[in-house]
């Protein structure tokens, strides 16, 4: 894919700059909760922009992957709807102007990504994979190197164009981490560390932190079931109704917070078992016998206590789905996975002190 939309942005007629792109009545009335927030698929948005657009007919002829796309389905059911790894700090608009550009930029690069995961899943073989992957990989390094080696001229222009290029290029680089973390088995070359993308391509200061993104939980789930596809393996789909999953229905955020506060405050995990795991198996659509295994380092009384004051975030979250799960292991026990009965069973009169401190964690949920 040759990315035309987010390369117009910066080099063609899509420039925000640009005097017949500052027409803030213009946005405005394209500002429609469809377009920002597209309910019914990706292509909703980019159907939208097709009509915004009317006249602009070679921004739609980026059609590289219509080959692929038109091959047999697979008939496995699984979108990329939003974004799958974040960046941080988020941009926070401020006009209409950016309110659309910055709508646009994600979505299109939310629509790129699952264009690509539905070509990967048609019936093509191994071979046409590898160059779909590596070809968008050599195609998203170009952008960047152009956001780089035009820095110069970006920074002359309005506060508006200037917050406009900083998200395109922050959703560059998170559409090219989407794409080496869901198909590592397809590249050819190592995946970009952060000094390359941040000191070669884009040529600005490399960010201090070492995690300086942050990975949805589909993430893994994608790339797991890319690489059955490879090997022809295909055991389960995610978007099926029997899958084994918890059925988890409330605010990730959220969750990961209460999480964090609980291994802290409980040390309610313990090694080989990360804070990510444990939000990965309590998320996941699609759990198996390959999925991480959650050893806990509280007693089983303070886990049944988050099970039962957390359970309603959920639709099946219980000690009988967690015995069924197998992936469940006591303190005192971690050589095999937890019982439910051991869980009901669990009982302690001197306890009044944990419940409040775990209700206190658990409310942020609300």
């Not at 988890?248 to 090694?271: A, H, M």
């Not at 004051?309 to 959920?314: D, L, N, P, R, T």
Request: hydrophobic residues 35%; contains cysteine.
């Amino acid at each position: 894919m040759e990315l035309i939309i987010l390369r117009s942005i910066l080099l063609g007629q899509l420039r925000p700059w640009l005097s017949r792109n500052q027409n803030t009545k213009f946005f405005s009335n394209n500002l429609t909760p469809q377009f920002l927030n597209p309910n019914k698929g990706i292509d909703e948005y980019y159907n939208l922009l097709k009509g915004i657009y009317i006249n602009e007919k070679v921004l739609f002829k980026d059609d590289s992957l219509t080959i692929y796309l038109k091959q047999p389905s697979s008939k496995i059911n699984q979108q990329i709807k939003e974004p799958l790894v974040t960046l941080q700090p988020q941009q926070t608009a401020t006009n209409p102007i950016e309110r659309f550009y910055f709508a646009l930029i994600k979505n299109e690069v939310t629509r790129i990504s699952n264009n690509v995961l539905q070509a990967i899943l048609r019936d093509i073989k191994d071979i046409d994979r590898k160059y779909i992957i590596n070809s968008i990989k050599s195609n998203i390094v170009s952008l960047l190197s152009i956001i780089g080696e035009n820095q110069s001229i970006i920074k002359e222009q309005d506060e508006t164009s200037k917050n406009i290029i900083s998200v395109l290029q922050s959703n560059t680089i998170r559409l090219l981490l989407e794409i080496e973390l869901l198909y590592p088995h397809y590249l050819s070359g190592i995946p970009s560390d952060k000094y390359q993308i941040f000191s070669e391509y884009l040529k600005i200061d490399v960010p201090e932190k070492e995690k300086y993104y942050e990975e949805r939980s589909l993430l893994c789930e994608i790339s797991n079931l890319s690489t059955q596809v490879s090997k022809n393996i295909i055991t389960q789909k995610l978007d099926i109704p029997d899958a084994f999953t918890f059925k988890f229905k409330g605010d990730e955020n959220k969750l990961k917070s209460v999480i964090n506060q609980l291994t802290l405050q409980f040390d309610f995990i313990k090694d080989p078992t990360t804070e990510k795991q444990l939000f990965e198996v309590l998320t996941s659509k699609n759990l198996t016998e390959d999925s991480p295994k959650i050893y806990l380092n509280c007693q089983t009384l303070v886990f049944k206590y988050f099970i039962e004051s957390i359970k309603v975030y959920f639709k099946k979250f219980n000690a009988t789905q967690m015995e069924k799960s197998k992936l469940f292991y006591s303190k005192d026990h971690p050589e095999k996975p937890l019982k439910a009965q051991t869980i009901y069973s669990s009982t302690s009169e001197d306890y009044d002190d944990n419940r409040a401190s775990i209700n206190n964690i658990i409310n942020q949920m609300k």
